[in-house]
């Protein structure tokens, strides 16, 4: 099974062509803006590296959010592009799921996983995790206080992109909490692995919708009445 799987849901852009366990190419980088303009080149790139036409996959993958609203746009527009152009399946994973799924078993063994995604604002996008990566409960919007004073009693392993401010706040509650060597930005590779299990299992995928967790600060432009 040979998968095209993206994400520009956070800081970065990441890329990857995965095939049965296997990495064939991967293209990565950190950024804040600009994920639309980068993304499909970075998709040919990765395509061209490992020599796969779209004739070749089984899926597209990408992730839902939480994240930026201009990030997670970009990369469900070109999911949902893709797959309306070649005829695949599009299969949506959360950044929550993608970057807990990363977490070594050594790792949480014995720990609750507790996933913390920068907002780019002064609180967190937050999920638990059990040991063995089933959900604990729904993500959630929190402050660094509140995601440390509510987080499971026990040990604990932080993961995501937003993990330095959270470990500062555990430690001054003397929590029993490590980083996991894979914290950082969402990884392609991740959601590929993900939508592959998913897949394989003849488990649904998520609707392509957006995951926010915040309303977007938009305010519509009053509607001008039309005099007949």
Known sequence: MTILAFDCACA??????????????RR?????????????????????A????YAGLAAIATTLGPGSF?????????????????GLKAVG???????AHRVDANERRGRSVLVAIDTRRDDLF?????????????????????????APAGALV?????????????AAERRDAIVALSAGAIDAVAVAELAAKRLAGGIAPEPLAPIYLRAPEITPAPVKSRRA
């Open 70 to 86: 201009t990030g997670l746009r970009a990369g469900l527009a070109a999911a949902r592009g893709l797959a309306l152009a070649t």
């Open 158 to 170: 932080l993961t995501g992109d937003a993990t330095a401010a959270l470990t500062a706040a555990l």
């Open 126 to 150: 937050v999920r638990i995790y059990n040991e063995h990566l089933a959900p604990a409960g729904p993500g959630r919007l929190a402050t660094v206080g509140e995601a440390a004073a509510t």
């Open 50 to 53: 490992a020599g796969v036409a």
């Open 12 to 25: 970065s852009c990441s890329v990857a062509l995965w095939r049965d366990g296997a990495v064939l190419a």
């Open 93 to 99: 994973v959360t950044t929550f799921d993608a970057a």
């Open 28 to 48: 990565a980088a950190p950024m804040k803006h600009g994920q639309a303009e980068r993304l499909l080149p970075m998709i040919q790139a990765a395509m061209d």
